[in-house]
């Protein structure tokens, strides 16, 4: 919300502060200033001038060679405005000026030939409006070659306040003045003005009737007769333009400018359209049609508080008037509605129709239900002297039952046990009584407050409790640099997933973070998708049911730069239905689990002077897998499963089981998957899910001494059958051994014709030895002729070499 | 006669020696004195001839003789053969190495990290929460009332209206009090979600972690002294400080922690908006209400909690201007950090 410091002054005394006392202040009590404009400093440099001589351009034809007058020299400036002409007094910026918009500077310039020393400006380039159709000219009575902050009286401070939900008292100017009160222990008035009616009775030309007492606890009206409606006087305009309002007629700025002043709405409805002259408050039974003053048709839904007369909606309750009873030029007589509507009715509305009003925006946080007719008085007294009108005698001040100002009980010493610091007794009740808090109770440990009813955020003590921090100031509290730490258990829920990380990452992988917003065609490829009730496009409509696409989307993202060769990770929560039909109503009805991806495509090795290239095959996607869980002490806990035939998203695939579960799967991916991403060479991916991995118990570690006695190696090469695998081979191998053979390691695999048809040859190392002895060369003879017999009859295998 | 000879020979030999340069003269040497035929067993085959007295003392002069020479001789031989070797295996040591990737962690990843392992070393607990939420406990339970104003704070994704994408990590707060009895001490990370625009300040999707601490006699103070020796590790010792009040429906005072802008030092920049400081959490006193509904005793017990958002640090940290560039996992930036 923009602020006028000029008028904040009229409501409390801030002479002599600095602004940057009051800015700073203000922020550090809670109304936090993002920005201000100190005209002064603004326009320090900007000056009237004279146009003396206006001549064309000899080069250009839509620019003008001007002799300005700054009252001391006269000086050469080139002007592009169509506007300019001789005898105007104009705002002259000489060289050196910082021109507002923009914030660029003036200097001394060559255009198209003809030197140039300064600028005539416009009011845009001032940033006073949007006009830039022309330079600005000046009234004559302005001064040549003084400054313009005092010509133009463009002294004020424009401040720009972030006002927090619950701070409703504060949108207004003198809710604003009351904390500059408080902060500076200054005294606070309200504006004073004095009633003049006439001898017309109120009750005479209108009534109001609340039939919503709940959603309207007060409706406040004033009339007004025979005004004219006109423009508004200067004064009133200038306050508006400063806070970014645009005038538009005395009714209408008078409004305005008691919202901004006192922070209460108001409406004006022409009485004259008002059948039978009157006001009825109440919510719609069914759906209707509505047209409000920005001529749009509304469709409001059922319960919407409305304003109505004998026979018609004319006014949406708090949000916007409506079209038939709307103030025109002709307008001669007005009532004026100053009421307190219950916030939440009105949010409800608002939100409803999607339409956000100053007015609303107020009603939904809260306006003082005390000081309607306040408001109403105000804004009559305004319209009736700047439009010639009449006031009529009395108010229509509809109040069922009172809003009762509320009470709280303050306990010192709780001050004390929230703040960690005491803040002297008389410290906290000059505080309080600044902010408009009666006491009602008075004792050596406790004060019972009543607390006005412009601040509806005090209901508790704690409430009270931060009022007197902040005012007090934040930073008068002290900063302790001891702090207790008890000694109970302490955990670390992301240890897993960080050694994860470490150990993915001294395998060669990077790690990416995804967006789990994705289109429908992505959560479509695996699981049950969850769609988003409010999507801010169909690109993000859907929660990721896994991470394989949107991996797949970056590595299409990345082959288009040119990185081609990719090792990604990511790890990260998918969402997956349980039924696809049943929608979510409670935490069973879906599943958040936490998965870890592995991605890679291109080559793992760059051909370099002393090492071929590579690509990424199924078997280093393996390996990664592999080792990750040697890492992880999971490698003899979980088990494989190989699938040829794929699936919807792999050629070839294989999983990690734990019990017959599925931990995680991968393999390479297929060709119409990758299709869909524009992705033209081979990739291959696995994705693990990290919720049940991190459940799963590892083999504990144990120290194992290093071996004392030697190994012995030995190797043999079979020829198989193609069909035989290694998996099969290898298991035999074990079981066909006794304990000293320790492991076997497949070095050599090749298939080729002289072989024979179908087959291939496999070659193995084994490694025999014994802890506890030197084994001799008989029983490991024994142990491996034993087990060369065996694989030949078992496979049909032939011994290479033999 | 022979000790002449023996003499003369030593010194023939070590004037031969010093000429010596490469393995061929070295394998002259050898011919000359130590072969077969050679002037030192030539020597020898004279020691016949000497008489019975000599011989004795002889001996042990030619015994000397051939060892002073043999030694002598294998240490050229070693030299030269070590030279030569090298000249042999001469390798351009300038040709580039095999080099290995090692990986890294999201630069968000890494600054979260950092922020974690401070809170660690000051005793705080690492918990984790569900990003899908219930409204109850991103709203409800935080002290928002259905609907206030508050809300608008945070625009929300909504799955239906029962749950939704959390909007920040405080949810996990409702989890861990309504698990636990006090005290609580710990710190939550995670991604939130909010119906944002997209632009290069703002994402619908971030990071955020989250504090709280609940005891019998934790007070506004021990909030302020716990921060600020957060941002003196994580920002450095030298930066000023400043709390202000703010709004959070769950916390009540509420506080807003600036420091000072570490690009212009506090002199005001386009980065802090002209005004030398730069927001970097929102903290405050666990509100009352918020206990009451994890059924904790108000009177009995006080805590703090806090919140930072992880993109908006790594941003000022590494000079990053678009917050996009953490979501585009474009390799030339992953690889860089
Ligand atoms: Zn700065």
Same mark, same amino acid.
Request: net charge negative; charged share 30%.
């Given at each position: ?64 060679? %001007?002799?300005? +007058?700054?009252?001391?020299?006269? =000086? ?7 506007? #300019? ?24 310039? !060559? ?25 600005? #000219? ?51 008035? =309200? ?24 959603? %309207? ?51 004006? &409805?022409?009485?004259?359209?008002? *059948? ?19 001529? !749009? ?152 407050? =009543? ?11 704690? $409430? ?37 990380? $470490? ?48 991996? @797949? ?15 990604? /990770? ?47 095959? &199924?078997? $280093? ?9 040697? !890492? ?28 017959? #579960?599925?931990?995680? #799967? ?28 991190? !459940? ?107 | ?24 003269? =070295? ?80 630069? @968000? ?94 994402? %619908? ?10 005891? +019998? ?16 590790? /994580? ?12 709004? /959070? ?42 206990? $009451? *509904? ?32 953490? /979501? ?10």
């Amino acid at each position: 919300m923009k602020v006028s410091l000029n008028w904040l002054k009229e409501y409390v005394d801030l002479e002599n502060i600095p602004v940057q006392e009051i800015v700073h202040k203000l922020t550090m009590s809670g109304l936090e200033v993002e920005d201000y404009v100190d005209e002064n400093e603004l326009y320090k440099d900007f000056i009237v001038g004279y146009v003396k001589e206006k001549k064309k351009h000899p080069n250009a034809d839509k620019l003008s060679v %001007c002799i300005v +007058n700054t009252g001391t020299e006269d =000086l050469q400036v080139i002007c592009g405005a169509p506007n #300019v002409e001789t005898g105007q007094k104009i705002v002259f910026a000489p060289i050196g000026t910082i021109i507002p918009n923009g914030n660029f500077k003036i200097n001394k310039a !060559k255009i198209r030939g003809v030197e140039s020393f300064g600028m005539i400006c416009s009011e845009a380039e001032l940033e006073l409006s949007n006009d830039h159709s022309g330079i600005m #000219v000046l009234t004559e009575e302005v001064n040549v070659g003084k400054s313009i902050v005092k010509e133009l009286e463009l002294n004020d401070v424009i401040l720009e306040i972030a006002i927090t939900p619950n701070r409703s008292d504060a949108l207004s100017h003198i809710g604003v003045a009351k904390d500059l009160a408080s902060i500076f222990n200054k005294e606070f008035h =309200l504006p004073e003005y004095t009633l003049h009616e006439s001898a017309k009775k109120v009750k005479e030309l209108a009534s109001v009737e609340i039939v919503d007492k709940i959603n %309207c606890p007060r409706y406040t009206a004033k009339v007004v007769k025979n005004i004219t409606v006109k423009d508004s006087p200067d004064w009133l305009k200038k306050r508006l333009t400063k806070i970014g309002l645009r005038p538009i007629n005395n009714i209408v700025d008078v409004t305005n400018f008691v919202m901004y002043e006192l922070g209460q709405p108001l409406h004006a &409805f022409d009485l004259d359209k008002l *059948n039978g002259q009157k006001i009825v408050v109440k919510s719609t039974e069914t759906e209707t049609v509505f047209t409000t003053l920005d001529s !749009k048709e509304r469709k409001l839904p059922k319960g919407t508080l409305m304003i109505c007369d004998s026979e018609k909606p004319v006014a949406i309750a708090g949000v916007m008037g409506g079209e038939n009873s709307e103030i025109n030029n002709s307008t001669k007589n007005i009532l004026i509605e100053s009421a307190h509507f219950n916030p939440s009715s009105i949010r409800k509305t608002s939100k409803a129709l999607g339409l956000s009003t100053e007015a609303s925006y107020r009603f939904e946080r809260w306006v003082d239900p005390s000081s309607t007719l306040l408001a109403a008085e105000r804004a009559a007294q305004l319209i009736a002297d700047l439009g010639n009108g009449e006031i009529a005698h009395g108010s229509l001040d509809n109040y069922p039952e009172k809003i009762k100002e509320k009470e709280v009980l303050l306990r010192f010493e709780r001050v004390y046990k929230i703040l960690g610091f005491q803040i002297p007794k008389e410290k906290i009740l000059q505080i309080l009584k600044k902010l408009g808090l009666k006491i009602i109770f008075e004792s050596e440990n406790e004060n019972r407050f =009543l607390v006005p009813t412009f601040r509806p955020d005090l209901e508790r003590e704690i $409430d009270l409790i931060e009022e007197i921090a902040r005012i007090f100031g934040y930073d008068n509290i002290p900063t302790i640099s001891k702090i207790s730490i008890s000694l109970g258990e302490k955990i670390d829920e992301t240890a897993f997933e960080d050694a994860i990380r $470490d150990y993915s990452c001294s395998l060669g992988f990077y790690e990416m973070v995804n967006n789990p917003l994705q289109k429908e065609q992505f959560a479509s490829l695996i699981g049950n998708k969850i769609q988003i009730l409010n999507p801010q496009s169909l690109d993000m409509a859907f929660l990721r049911t896994s991470l394989i696409p949107s991996a @797949l989307g970056v590595v299409a993202k990345n082959i288009n730069v040119g990185e081609k060769n990719l090792r990604l /990770f990511e790890i990260g929560n998918v969402f997956n239905l349980k039924n696809e039909k049943k929608e979510i109503k409670n935490f069973e009805d879906f599943s958040e689990n936490q998965k870890l991806i592995f991605i890679v495509t291109g080559k793992i090795q760059d051909k370099t002077w002393n090492f071929p290239e590579k690509y990424f095959d &199924f078997y $280093d996607l393996k390996g990664y897998i592999n080792s990750l869980l040697i !890492k992880i002490s999971l490698d003899n806990v979980l088990n494989d499963s190989y699938y040829h035939n794929g699936d919807s998203i792999f050629d070839f695939y294989f999983t990690k089981n734990y019990e017959k #579960v599925e931990i995680g #799967v991968g393999g390479k991916v297929k060709k119409d998957v990758l299709k869909q991403f524009d992705i033209q060479q081979d990739v291959f991916c696995f994705e693990f899910d990290l919720s049940k991995l991190k !459940k799963i118990k590892a083999n504990s570690k144990k120290y194992l001494e290093p071996l004392k006695f030697p190994k012995s190696i030995r190797d043999f090469a079979f020829i198989f059958d193609n069909s035989v695998t290694y998996e099969e081979v290898i298991k035999f191998i074990k079981k066909s051994s006794s304990e000293l053979l320790k492991s076997v390691n497949l070095f050599d695999l090749f298939e080729s014709e002289t072989l024979g048809k179908n087959k291939k040859s496999m070659a193995f190392s084994l490694e025999y030895y014994s802890e506890e002895r030197t084994l001799t060369e008989e029983e490991i003879e024994k142990d491996f002729n034993y087990l060369i017999e065996k694989i030949k009859t078992n496979f049909s295998a032939i011994l290479r070499g033999a | 006669m022979l000790d002449e000879r023996i003499k003369k020979i030593t010194a023939h030999f070590n004037q031969d020696i010093s000429a010596v340069k490469d393995t061929k003269q =070295l394998e002259e040497l050898r011919l000359k004195f130590l072969s077969r035929n050679g002037l030192v067993s030539q020597l020898f085959d004279e020691l016949k001839n000497a008489s019975k007295e000599e011989k004795p003392v002889l001996g042990k002069l030619l015994n000397a003789l051939r060892n002073e020479v043999t030694e002598k001789f294998n240490l050229l031989k070693d030299h030269i053969d070590s030279l030569e070797k090298e000249s042999v295996e001469k390798i351009d040591l300038s040709l580039p190495g095999f080099e290995r990737t090692i990986g890294s962690k999201h630069l @968000l990843i890494q600054t979260l990290n950092e922020i974690k392992s401070i809170f660690k070393g000051l005793g705080f607990s690492v918990i984790e929460g569900p990003e899908l939420e219930s409204d109850y406990n991103n709203f409800g339970a935080l002290n928002f009332p259905p609907d206030h104003p508050a809300r608008d704070m945070q625009d929300t994704f909504f799955i239906n209206s029962d749950f939704l994408l959390r909007t920040h990590t405080s949810p996990v707060q409702i989890r861990i009090m309504e698990k636990t009895k006090p005290p609580v001490r710990a710190i939550m990370p995670g991604r939130v979600y909010r119906n944002e625009a997209i632009s290069s300040r703002s994402y %619908c999707v971030f990071h955020q972690v989250e504090g709280l601490y609940v005891d +019998n006699d934790v007070t506004f103070a021990e909030l302020k002294g716990t921060l600020v020796a957060f941002a003196h590790q /994580f920002y450095g010792e030298n930066l000023k400080y400043r709390f202000r009040p703010s709004f /959070f429906p769950f916390t009540e005072p509420s506080a807003e922690m600036d420091i000072t802008c570490f690009l212009c030092h506090g002199k005001g920049c386009k980065v802090c908006k002209h005004s030398g400081w730069l927001e970097i959490l929102g903290c405050g006193m666990v509100d009352p209400n918020v206990f $009451d *509904n994890v059924n904790y005793d108000h009177e009995q017990y006080t805590g703090y909690a806090f919140g930072m958002g992880i993109e908006r640090t790594a941003l000022l940290k590494y000079g990053i201007d678009d917050i996009r560039v953490f /979501f585009d996992n474009d390799f030339r930036f992953l690889k860089q950090f």
